[in-house]
Nanobody
């Protein structure tokens, strides 16, 4: 069993940066891929980024590539999403998830409660 808690969201202006954290409890964190997804108002939840349990591989959605960086610290049971050059279209509820490597939601067994990120223009 893994429990995930996101933090670090908020309201920022376009062009700013935020770092989201995802604190995990449970012994399986270090062997789980960690993903970030987001859901904007009126839209379906979409993939943002994923990092392999070893940290050796990362994938990003095209919309965030070059601006967002996913990382993890297995010693702290925490995953991160560094978001730079934020745009209004990045406004969404961001979710972290733990599970198998992949970009689809069904690959993930555990989900955080979500955290709001709002980018003003």
């Amino acid at each position: 069993q893994v429990q995930l808690v996101e933090s670090g969201g908020g309201l920022v202006q376009a062009g700013s940066s935020l770092r989201l954290s995802c604190a995990a409890s449970g012994r399986t964190f270090s062997r789980a891929a960690m993903g970030w997804f987001r859901q904007a108002p009126g839209k379906e939840r979409e993939f943002v980024a994923v990092i392999h349990w070893s940290g050796s591989s990362r994938l990003y959605a095209d919309s965030v590539k070059g601006r967002f960086t996913i990382s993890r610290d297995n010693a702290k049971n925490t995953a991160y999403l560094q978001m730079n050059s934020l745009k209004p279209e990045d406004t969404a509820v961001y979710y972290c998830a733990a599970g198998d490597w992949g970009t689809t939601q069904r690959r993930y067994d555990y989900w955080g409660q979500g955290i709001q990120v709002t980018v003003s223009s």
